[in-house]
């Protein structure tokens, strides 16, 4: 019966390690809006995948990136400048000079590479406020693709494919 006992242990431990592994990727893809679905097409499926650790490095690498983007003020220029493709997120002075303050929330998904090529799906939410604490503007739990290559040993996002 003791024996029993400690067998059942590591079981379990690695039936939650399994859930744990498997779920999110199910969650991802399960609770995400028809219209993604709908717009990605097969590459949607990407999300069932789980991320390997080098795919979570990688994602991890340009998410990081991503973060200062969002977090940044600039005009369009100085963010393609600053952060390439991932300079779109950036809030942008020449659209929007009154927002002072920004919100944003970045989730990556999924992250899979091979050696110098990869992806990473991500979900974010960004917002920017002007002095009265008003959205100037805005967008709201948006699913995303970003096609990754590597360039003298960084992680860098070559295209971006988002729902319009």
Not at 18 to 44: Q, R
Not at 51 to 70: C, E, H, N, R, W
Not at 90 to 104: G, K, L, N, V, W
Not at 108 to 136: C, F, P, Q
Request: glycine share 6%.
């Amino acid at each position: 019966m003791k024996n029993v006992k400690l067998l059942l242990l590591p079981i379990a431990c690695l039936l939650i390690f399994l859930f744990a592994v498997t779920a999110g990727p199910i969650c991802n893809y399960v609770l995400s809006p028809a219209y993604v679905k709908d717009y990605y097409g097969d590459s949607y499926q990407e999300l069932l995948r789980p991320t390997p650790l080098a795919g979570y490095i990688a994602g991890k690498q340009v998410i990081s990136q991503a973060d200062k983007a969002f977090s940044s003020f600039l005009d369009r220029e100085s963010a393609e400048a600053c952060f390439g493709m991932l300079g779109r997120y950036c809030i942008h002075s020449d659209s929007y000079p009154e927002a002072i303050r920004q919100t944003h929330n970045l989730r990556m998904l999924a992250a899979h590479t091979n050696h110098d090529s990869g992806y990473v799906w991500v979900r974010y939410t960004s917002k920017a406020y002007d002095r009265e604490g008003i959205m100037v503007t805005g967008s709201s739990n948006v699913y995303s693709r970003w096609t990754l290559e590597r360039q003298d040993g960084i992680w860098v996002v070559t295209s971006i494919q988002e729902h319009p």
